[in-house]
Each structure stands twice: as structure tokens, then as C-alpha cells.
């Protein structure tokens, strides 16, 4: 155990591909999930477009890379939370073990974290695993969301075992990492592989329950609501109200206001009271560089602060097909799970992703989940006429230092234990049985 080299732990997400080493508490790199690549003009479907011969198959570039290839046809493999192209998947993974890793695949275990349609599964042993030892390994881990199929997951083996040749591979389930990444907030005591996972990446955002390691796969919920939709939802603000945005630049500028002064307000009136009131003290300035002029543009920031992740609690502002807040959308999972596990999922509601880090979210989260909990309370207690008293329900939103890369954290906690190894889909069983092995992860049937 001691000789063998740490694992690779990679969480391919929609908007942006998180990778490093097992053991470490952030990501070696982050990059966007796309790759350039040169097509033809030829008329054909588009793999016939993108044939090419010789040492032309090996020009592509992935991630900041390929954003600043114009020449390129910028392509996205993963969407909503899915790959959709194959193809491009694997010379995306090519890359990110080669030229970023700078590994040898058949030297690292890797684990993978994909997307979500998952089936029940069990995974309590990952608690006394993560509890009981320190950092240490050589695996690869990939994690996976919650609307992943048993196919997707076949083609990722393939492309593993028979492509990269790697010695073992395990596909994590991401709400239960997150679960686990939690836990650098709590005392020993207190942590739990029982709660609610609330999911929210560049792409796509999910309401995850999970009671004692189990993922209550029917009763999912996917949310149309996710980072990229709020740029775009704040870069139409900005279109309607400020000229002096170059074109090409607009979704990179209101990009970059999201991320810089956003925030999530409790009360829509009061705050828009506050602007018109004081607008000196609210309204901020962004400057940014014309990138063909190279002379500088401000804009001013105001109601975009707080609009644009408003969309999570009032999403018929940038979709009218959908206008269910998320609040409602995390209580009619919880209340669609077995009874006797809803309230340790309202206690313990966990925040991932990099669209959870708005300012104030989780504690907006908490205080609209805690009023619909409390007015349901109510009215049993009304319509049995006083005679029923019902004992509060404790709503706890966690949020914790990890929370932006948390996926990937666990992924590395889980990593570095030397069971890890024991449960792991290794070269030979693949030869064996083929992709269908990685299907059904083994843990469960062994260590359950």
C-alpha cells in the first residue's frame, strides 16, 4: 500500500472540470469542461466533418485554451449535467490525465464523479471508512450525478479500461461525497450520511435526498436553474439598461458581475427601497478592458446584484415554464420520502456547488423552507381542531468552507483510504465481465 501512487480524482461538471491528486483539500486545476477542435466544411453529419487524418486528430485544446481558439469550433461534451458526445469526452479526458495530471494512467486508480438519474444504492460503509482513517492512496475516482444512466456509465469504463488502460476505477455518487464533505463543519458526533443535498454547478442543479447512504433515486428533482442561467439572466439586465458594454464582451462582463457582487436579498421591495433611496452606497462600478479598442468601459451595478440569484427563489423572471423556487422544490422532495427519514433531511440540507456561494443564500433558503414547514404544521393543527399538537420540525441549510468544490473534496477523502482500493472496479474484472461491471458498484453487495 505504502509504494503505490495517489489517486486521480476528476469531477467533470458541466461548466467547468475539477481534477488533482486524492488527499489534497482543493482541486490541482480548474478548467472549463470544453475543447476546440477544427471541422470541415463538408457537407455530412458531425462526425464525419471532424474526421481527419494523420497528426491533424491530435489539434484540439481544452479548457481557458480553447475559449481563446476563435479559429476553433468551440464544443461543450457535457450538458445539463450529462455527456452527450463521446468523442470529445475522450480526448477531453486525454488531456486533463496527460498535459494537466501529468500522469500515467496505468500507474493511478481513478475515481470519476458523474451526473444524477441514479438508481437506490447503499453506501454506508463510506462513513466508517472516512471516520476511521487519515489521508493516504493511488486510485481514480470520477463522481456522478444524480440523472446518469447504466449506459453513460459503461461508456465511461470503456473509455477508461480500454483507452487509458488505468489499473481501477470507481464511479462516486456525487450528493453522497458532498454529504461527506460536509463534515469538515461538524463535530464527529454529529456527522451523518442522512440529508438533503442541494446541487448547483454552471449547468445544472439538483435536489438530492439521501437517508443512511442510500440515494432515494425516485425522488430526484431537477431544477432548470443554475449558474449560466443567471449570467444570462444578468446580461440581459445589463443589455436593457447599459450601452457602453462592447458586444463581444457582454456575457464575459456580466460574468464576471455575478461572480463579484452578487447576492441574495430577503426581501425584494426593501431592497430595491435601499437603491432608490441611497444608490451611493449600493450601487458599485465595474471596469473592464475593450478587448479590440483596449481602452477601458465602466458600468454601473445595481439592481443585478441581487436579481440575478433571485432567479433560484422566483424563476418565472428568466423562465416563465418554470416557477416553482427552490425552497418548494426541497420540500416537496423531503415530503416525497419515506416519513420516518423527513425531518434528519430538513436537519441536515447541504449546500454544493459554486452557485450555492451567493451571499446570504443559505440563509434565505433556511427562513422560506422553515415557513412553508411551520405553515403546513399549522393547518394540521387547525384542522384537527387544536387536539393535535405537532412537534417542530428543526430546518437546518449547512453551509461550510468546502462547499464550492465539495463534490470533488469528498472524492478526495474517499481516495485516500486504503478500502478504496477493495472497492474499486479493477483492469481484470473489466476483462472478465466487460462494462456491465460498472453498472453496480461491488462495495455494495460486499461491504453492505
Known amino acids: 500500500m505504502a509504494g503505490r501512487l495517489p489517486a486521480c480524482v476528476v469531477d467533470c461538471g458541466t461548466g467547468y472540470t475539477k481534477l488533482g491528486y486524492a488527499g489534497n483539500t482543493e482541486p490541482q486545476f480548474i478548467i472549463p469542461s ?142 453522497v461525497l458532498a454529504l461527506a464533505a460536509s463534515w469538515t463543519s461538524r463535530q464527529v458526533g454529529e456527522r451523518t450520511l442522512t440529508g438533503t443535498v442541494i446541487d448547483s454547478g454552471d449547468g445544472v442543479t439538483h435536489v438530492i435526498p439521501v437517508a443512511e447512504g442510500y440515494v432515494i433515486g425516485s425522488c430526484i428533482k431537477h431544477i432548470p436553474i443554475a449558474g449560466r442561467d443567471i449570467t444570462y439572466f444578468t446580461q440581459q439586465l445589463l443589455r436593457e439598461r447599459e450601452v457602453g458594454i462592447p458586444p463581444e464582451q457582454s456575457l464575459e462582463t456580466a460574468k464576471a458581475v455575478k461572480e463579484r457582487y452578487s447576492y441574495v436579498c430577503p426581501d425584494l421591495v426593501k431592497e430595491f427601497n435601499k437603491y432608490d433611496t441611497d444608490g451611493s452606497k449600493w450601487i458599485k462600478q465595474y471596469t473592464g478592458i475593450n478587448s479590440i479598442s483596449k481602452k477601458e468601459f465602466t458600468i454601473d451595478v445595481g439592481y443585478e446584484r441581487f436579481l440575478g440569484p433571485e432567479i433560484f427563489f422566483h424563476p418565472e423572471f428568466a423562465n416563465p415554464d418554470f416557477t416553482q423556487p427552490i425552497s418548494e422544490v426541497v420540500d416537496e422532495v423531503i415530503q416525497n420520502c419515506p416519513i420516518d427519514v423527513r425531518r434528519p433531511l430538513y436537519k441536515n440540507v447541504v449546500l454544493s456547488g459554486g452557485s450555492t456561494m451567493f451571499r446570504d443564500f443559505g440563509r434565505r433558503l433556511q427562513r422560506d423552507l422553515k415557513r412553508s414547514v411551520d405553515a403546513r404544521l399549522k393547518m394540521s393543527e387547525e384542522l384537527s381542531g387544536g387536539k393535535l399538537k405537532p412537534k417542530p420540525i428543526d430546518v437546518q441549510v449547512v453551509t461550510h468552507h468546502m462547499q464550492r468544490y465539495a463534490v470533488w473534496f469528498g472524492g478526495s477523502m474517499l481516495a485516500s483510504t486504503p478500502e478504496f482500493y477493495q472497492v474499486c472496479h479493477t483492469k481484470k474484472d473489466y476483462e472478465e465481465i466487460g462494462p456491465s461491471i460498472c453498472r453496480h458498484n461491488p462495495v455494495f453487495g460486499v461491504m453492505s
Open 34 to 175: 470544453c475543447i476546440a477542435i477544427k471541422e470541415s466544411a463538408k457537407v455530412g453529419d458531425q462526425a464525419q466533418r471532424r474526421m481527419m487524418k494523420g497528426v491533424d486528430d491530435l489539434d484540439f485544446f481544452i479548457g481557458d485554451e480553447a475559449i481563446d481558439k476563435p479559429s476553433y469550433a468551440t464544443k461543450w461534451p457535457i450538458r445539463h449535467g450529462i455527456v452527450e458526445d463521446w468523442d470529445l469526452m475522450e480526448r477531453f479526458m486525454e488531456q486533463i490525465i496527460f498535459k494537466y495530471l501529468r500522469a500515467e494512467p496505468e500507474d493511478h486508480y481513478f475515481l470519476l464523479v458523474r451526473p444524477k438519474l441514479y438508481t437506490l444504492s447503499r453506501v454506508t460503509w463510506l462513513k466508517v471508512i472516512l471516520c476511521s482513517h487519515p489521508f493516504s492512496v493511488s486510485l481514480s475516482l470520477q463522481t456522478e450525478p444524480p440523472l446518469n444512466t447504466p449506459e453513460n456509465r459503461e461508456y465511461t469504463a470503456e473509455i477508461m479500461f480500454e483507452s487509458f488502460n488505468v489499473p481501477g476505477l470507481y464511479i462516486a455518487v456525487q450528493a
